[in-house]
């Protein structure tokens, strides 16, 4: 099988579609309130990112990652799951805010997901309602509890990490990984649209290393877990006696952009 290779000789085998641009939370870093969303009308069919995922298949990509936006706010995404798993695909997840999975849990499971990360800055509801601009920690928290209960276990907990905003629940959130099989890794913040001079960025960005250091010193040493894709982003280590595990994602500090495997497509 020829394999898919990009200008810079790097091989793809990792292919993210984003289903959506449409959204139900409006994160800080992320979203406006006001934002436009592209018209439905100009926007790919589930069936048209399937012929393209199908021709990826057949270049030596094995996993896919759907994501948005929200995913799960797009009609069918359950459907579009299962279509990915009948193509013969090693590995598809999805990246989700939590506010539907619950609901949709059995239904992702019968198709055929294989993991789920979850996007969770905070566990204060009243930061999460700040954060986010939606009051709706309580529902996200219920169903990363269930989906711990599921095959999608271990789940994937991604943070924002922003320097008085959420900083203060570094020790916090890696606690986790010593309560429930999660692995927990905080993504340095990008640079912010609208932020011309980036004086915004620059107050709120925490380099990973800070991020690892700050754990290590309330939790005590983190062992390195070797990476089983080198292309994988994230950085993971692990607390003694911990199921889950905690890292970083440095996409600022550290860029691994060299080493991507990774192709997109936006509905």
């Given at each position: 099988m020829e394999q898919l290779t990009d200008s810079y000789s790097r091989k793809m085998d990792y292919l993210r579609i984003s289903v959506t641009d449409r959204c139900n939370f409006r994160c800080q870093y992320c979203m406006p309130e006001d934002i436009q969303f592209q018209d439905k009308s100009h926007i790919l069919t589930l069936e048209e990112m399937l012929t393209f995922a199908e021709a990826c298949l057949e270049l030596g990509v094995t996993k896919v990652r759907v994501t948005g936006g929200e995913p799960?706010?797009?009609?069918?995404?359950?459907?579009?799951?299962?279509?990915?798993?009948?193509?013969?695909?090693?590995?598809?997840?999805?990246?989700?805010?939590?506010?539907?999975?619950?609901?949709?849990?059995?239904?992702?499971?019968?198709?055929?997901?294989?993991?789920?990360?979850?996007?969770?800055?905070?566990?204060?509801?009243?930061?999460?309602?700040?954060?986010?601009?939606?009051?709706?920690?309580?529902?996200?928290?219920?169903?990363?509890?269930?989906?711990?209960?599921?095959?999608?276990?271990?789940?994937?907990?991604?943070?924002?990490?922003?320097?008085?905003?959420?900083?203060?629940?570094?020790?916090?959130?890696?606690?986790?990984?010593?309560?429930?099989?999660?692995?927990?890794?905080?993504?340095?913040l990008m640079p912010l649209n609208g932020d011309t001079d980036g004086s915004r960025f620059r107050s709120l960005f925490i380099p990973g290393r800070e991020i690892l250091d700050r754990a290590k010193e309330e939790l005590g040493d983190l062992e390195p877990i070797e990476k089983e894709d080198p292309a994988a982003p994230a950085d993971e280590f692990r607390f003694e006696g911990a199921p889950g595990t905690f890292g970083v994602i440095t996409p600022v500090s550290e860029p691994f952009c060299a080493r991507c495997s990774r192709l997109r497509l936006t509905a």
């Open positions: 799960l706010v797009r009609r069918g995404v359950v459907m579009f799951i299962g279509w990915l798993k009948d193509l013969g695909f090693e590995d598809v997840t999805m990246t989700t805010n939590g506010f539907l999975l619950e609901e949709n849990l059995d239904g992702l499971i019968e198709a055929g997901l294989d993991r789920v990360n979850i996007s969770l800055d905070t566990l204060q509801p009243e930061k999460f309602a700040f954060i986010t601009r939606r009051n709706h920690f309580e529902k996200v928290w219920k169903a990363v509890m269930a989906a711990l209960e599921t095959p999608l276990s271990p789940v994937k907990i991604n943070a924002v990490a922003m320097r008085g905003v959420n900083d203060d629940e570094i020790s916090d959130m890696a606690r986790l990984t010593l309560e429930y099989p999660m692995h927990v890794r905080f993504i340095e």
